[in-house]
Nanobody, 117 residues
């Protein structure tokens, strides 16, 4: 059974920092690409950051320079370090896993991030 469990969300003020974690079980984590997505009320889900099995990363323009995705294969965990948070970053953040970034088929339940101004 594949499980992805996110944690680390919360309520912060603009300019502050959060680090999200996603612990994965049930798959060979090191072989999988991972993505962090977010969805705000009334908006489409957006891929925020991704990391391949080889460690290559990519970011949405809206978070470049502020967010950093990383992975620890020994801990089956992917992280999203979020600095200089803005109110427009408020959303439910979910991690996803797939054998490629175009086939992210395993999803976590999400964690709420709220940034107040």
């Amino acid at each position: 059974q594949v499980q992805l469990v996110e944690s680390g969300g919360g309520l912060v003020q603009a300019g502050e920092t959060l680090r999200l974690s996603c612990v994965v079980s049930g798959i060979s984590f090191r072989l999988y690409a991972m993505g962090w997505h977010r969805q705000a009320p009334g908006k489409q889900r957006e891929l925020v950051a991704s990391i391949t099995s080889g460690g290559s990363t990519n970011y949405a323009d809206s978070v470049k320079g502020r967010f950093t995705i990383s992975r620890d294969n020994a801990k089956n965990t992917v992280y999203l370090q979020m600095n200089s948070l803005r109110p427009e970053d408020t959303a439910v953040y979910s991690c996803a896993a797939g054998l490629s970034l175009t086939q992210l088929r395993h999803w976590g339940q999400g964690t709420q991030v709220t940034v107040s101004s």
